[in-house]
């Protein structure tokens, strides 16, 4: 019997921090900062805050930094261009080292700890964590890596990954991942484009108990970078690979070995890059997006520390690849002086039990997880309360896609009753979140508790009015620190502003759609554009129809993602060549060919052939259009359709009812 019958209904309150905890607070102990500096008295109010943080963008950063000791010289101007979206600058004359903040205070105190699927543990302190990222600064300077130059991993989530992007960052350099489950063609997409010095690689990976190797796609992967000079093998799934095929290669121990460590941090412009991050890829190859050393550093240490209530000494996990934005923010848990636990493999190998032992042997304190995770854990019947005690779990957090009030309910019930539940909603495009939780506010079922800090965040209607109780666009309208830099090649800022700016002038437009609610919160309902969201995984429609289009059986694709048991699966539907029968073999051989050429979450979980697919006057295809059929929304602006008698054809299709 559920000991929370009643949790299933949206907006109902499943958690309130105590009088202690509130007093207790990172949030509130900022607040009594604020309030010695400035005067203002949250009166432990956290919407207050908010509103105090968006009317005073400026000091709240400046009173963040000085609050949290971010090392650097933070120079004299905070926000230049406050009233330009974009155009604004923050901190324009700082100079900091991303790896320098989370490198402090480098004792024994322990720094990672990293569990591989097949029970291999790798435990470094924080003293061992720098003279590792030292050693291998010396290893990248000798191969004549200088600021500005990219390093790109192709790695499984393992200390290896950790140690080189500090070592990127130590330098001034720019560090980009993908995980290897990302075939040839998807990762050299997004290599090819930002032209690496270095590429770290692994010889393969393991997930469900199978040993997958990657040497050959390593290899070809070489063949199509030719800027890279020297490659970093992690010997993952034997100790010494055969690297006879790739040129100027060396083994990750023996190049920390062999080094000569640097002695100092290189501090950089607060907004030179740290990180190349890739869009889902909607409209052909994936843009590459560029963000800052400062913004991501102070607006992680934000989430962390204010939203989150992560404290020097604490825990952190999340469930997450390199190929994910949330790997970013977990490595960024250094510069709390937390510990990060990291997990490489399939999650539920070899039972759904397996990330809960973890989070109980390691006394995890912060589960980060996903919606898709948490629903596949109720739907196994697995019961975490049951087996393992958490008495250190004091949030679990949840991302990729909207939370049910169903999963709420699972987690206050079956996994621990006193935990605060945290739903946050952001993405790669800011490397960090606009709605997220809060722990002096209660917890609400289908409800993310809180807006960020300093985040203008709003929702709003066609017309661009600011709407609350109802559905409309998730948008920001004011400058942040964690924006992007600016995308890689491309010089004007065009294909940013169009990104970004061209729906609403002067206002983000993130492309979720979403509601606030009269106490704060934000409840996402999915995506309001062409981004698909499978398993909380958001995936671009472009590298799907770069192996369709491969097919002669196949004239032309629409992909489009349907909302089904609270997630969203991908559907394809194909319009055939003539004669051809879209039957098993070929449904197979699509499949296989997306698997290979991108990765196992772009294959479709339904191919249908229609005979024909809606296109504008101008030849586009319309995904949106054909996704509001599916879903029995009104369709709009048919007018502007070539073909519109073609709508009829997605009507009330019985494959993608079952």
């Known amino acids: 019997m559920s000991l929370f019958p009643s949790l299933t209904v949206s907006g109902t309150c499943l958690w309130k921090p105590s009088q202690t905890q509130i007093d207790n607070a990172e949030v509130t102990d900022f607040a009594s900062f604020v309030h010695e500096k400035t005067q203002f008295d949250w009166q432990q109010d956290f919407q207050s805050l908010w509103q105090w943080s968006i009317d005073h963008t400026a000091d709240f950063w400046d009173l963040l930094w000085d609050w949290h000791g971010i090392i650097g010289d ?6 230049v261009a406050p009233d330009k979206m974009p155009g604004a600058e923050f901190f324009p004359d700082a100079r900091i080292n991303f790896a320098e903040n989370l490198l402090v205070n480098a004792d024994q105190r322990p720094a990672i700890c990293a569990h591989c699927e097949d029970g291999r543990v790798t435990r470094l302190t924080r003293a061992e964590l720098k003279q590792k990222v030292w050693a291998l600064a010396g290893w990248l300077e000798e191969q004549g890596v200088v600021p500005g130059d990219r390093v790109a991993a192709y790695t499984p989530n393992s200390v290896e990954a950790v140690i080189t992007m500090l070592a990127t960052a130590s330098l001034g350099a720019v560090f980009s991942s993908c995980s290897p489950d990302f075939g040839l063609q998807g990762v050299s997409d997004r290599f090819g484009q930002i032209e690496p010095k270095i590429l770290l690689a692994c010889d393969g990976y393991l997930y469900a108990g199978k040993r997958i190797s990657r040497m050959d796609v390593v290899t070809a992967l070489v063949e199509q970078l030719p800027t890279v000079r020297s490659v970093l093998v992690i010997p993952y799934l034997t100790p010494d690979p055969d690297c006879s095929q790739l040129p100027h290669a060396v083994r990750f121990d023996q190049a920390i070995e062999n080094a000569t460590p640097i002695t100092s941090f290189r501090r950089m412009p607060f907004n030179a890059p740290l990180y190349i991050l890739y869009s889902s890829g909607t409209t052909g190859a994936p843009k590459c997006i560029v963000h800052g050393i400062g913004g991501t550093l102070i607006q992680h240490i934000k989430e962390h520390r204010l939203h989150t209530n992560l404290r020097a000494g604490d825990t952190l996990f999340y469930f997450t690849t390199c190929g994910w934005m949330m790997w970013n923010w977990l490595v960024s848990g250094l510069a709390s ?31 980060g997880t996903s919606a898709k995770y948490i629903d596949a854990i109720k739907n196994s019947g ?11 779990l004091h949030s679990i957090l949840s991302t990729g896609s909207p939370l049910s009030s169903d999963g709420f309910a699972f987690v206050y019930d079956a996994i621990k009753p006193d935990v605060q539940l945290c739903s946050i909603s952001g993405g790669t495009d800011i490397v960090s979140c606009f709605a997220l939780g809060c722990p002096v506010q209660p917890v609400f079922a289908g409800q993310i508790q809180t807006r960020g800090l300093a985040m203008k965040t709003d929702v709003l209607d066609e017309n661009g009015n600011s709407i609350i109780g109802q559905e409309g666009e998730l948008c920001c309208t004011a400058p942040f620190p964690a924006m992007p830099v600016k995308f890689w090649n491309d010089p004007d800022g065009t294909a940013y502003k169009s990104a970004y700016f061209e729906h609403f002038a002067h206002v983000w437009r993130h492309g979720d759609w979403a509601t606030l609610t009269q106490n704060g919160g934000t409840i996402i309902h999915g995506r309001s554009d062409a981004t698909l969201n499978p398993g909380g995984v958001r995936i671009g429609t472009a590298e799907i129809y770069r192996q369709v289009e491969a097919f002669d059986d196949i004239i032309e694709a629409l992909v489009i993602g349907q909302n089904w048991q609270d997630d969203v699966r991908v559907i394809l539907f194909v319009r055939m060549a003539d004669g051809v029968v879209l039957d098993d073999n070929l449904k197979t051989r699509i499949a296989t060919s997306i698997r290979r050429g991108a990765t196992p979450r772009h294959v479709p979980a339904v191919i249908i052939a229609v005979p024909d697919i809606p296109r504008t006057r101008s030849g586009k295809i319309t995904e949106l259009t054909v996704r509001d059929i599916i879903h029995q929304r009104p369709v709009k602006n048919t007018e502007a359709l070539a073909n519109a008698e073609s709508l009829g054809f997605f009507k009330n299709l019985p494959e993608l009812q079952r």
Do not use: C, M, T
Not at 341 to 367: C, K
Not at 382 to 392: G, I, N, T
């Open 382 to 392: 697995y019961r975490p309360a049951q087996h393992v005690e958490l008495p250190a």
């Open 337 to 367: 002086q937390a510990r990060i636990v990291l997990y490489e493999g399939n999650p539920a190998f070899p039972g759904p039990y397996r990330l809960w032992q973890l989070a109980e042997s390691e006394q995890i304190n912060i589960f």
């Open 74 to 79: 933070k120079g004299d101007r905070i926000l």
